[in-house]
């Protein structure tokens, strides 16, 4: 019994507990899109996580996102226009670039140019500067753009999970080849 235990242990940590870490913005899609990309994610055999539907009563916010992000291997990244509005946004976004995640970003009706920190940002030097980081590296990675008055959604969605199992495959091939003597 102990070594089925062992090997349950170890199968959770080589394995990610997610695929993929969907970061957006609650008030600007969060009853719309991000719950129907969850589902079609889920679908489609990827194991996604998001907050509305990993997270119960009692979970500690931080621990249990961050601990989200560290576990999974890609990341997607919703932005709006208020998305630079919300510290949590912003923390998940850093915390996905710090950790050398691959981040897929979605420019959800605004241009990568549009995103920046407000001049009046309550948020402590320290992280002012790591979130202007995170940001400045998210505008330059190729992402997919939607217009939510004249889109697909079923085409966003599709995109989005094609570019997020592509992102899979590249990194398992990585690491096979890394793990290669």
């Known amino acids: 019994m102990s070594q089925f235990i062992r090997a349950k242990q170890c199968r959770n940590i080589v394995q990610p507990v997610y695929d993929v870490f969907i970061n957006y913005r609650k008030v600007d899609n969060g009853r719309t899109f991000v719950p129907l990309l969850y589902d079609h994610l889920r679908i489609k055999g990827i194991k996604p996580f998001l907050d509305t539907m990993n997270m119960k009563p009692g979970h500690k916010l931080f621990e249990h996102i961050n601990k989200a992000i560290h576990s999974s291997k890609v990341g997607v990244a919703v932005l709006t ?13 850093t915390l996905l670039n710090e950790s050398k995640k691959r981040v897929v970003p979605i420019f959800y009706d605004i241009k990568p140019s549009q995103l920046q920190l407000k001049g009046n940002a ?8 790591r979130f ?8 330059y ?23 997020v199992i592509m992102n899979l495959i590249e990194i398992e091939d990585e690491e096979t080849r890394n793990m290669q003597p």
């Open 141 to 163: 990675t190729v992402g997919v753009s939607f217009d939510s008055l004249n889109g697909d959604w079923m085409e966003l969605q599709r995109k989005i999970s094609d570019a």
């Open 132 to 139: 202007m980081s995170a940001l400045e590296e998210t505008k």
């Open 81 to 93: 226009h208020r998305y630079c509005d919300s510290y949590f946004c912003l923390h998940e976004l």
């Open 122 to 129: 309550r948020y402590p030097p320290q992280e002012l500067q």
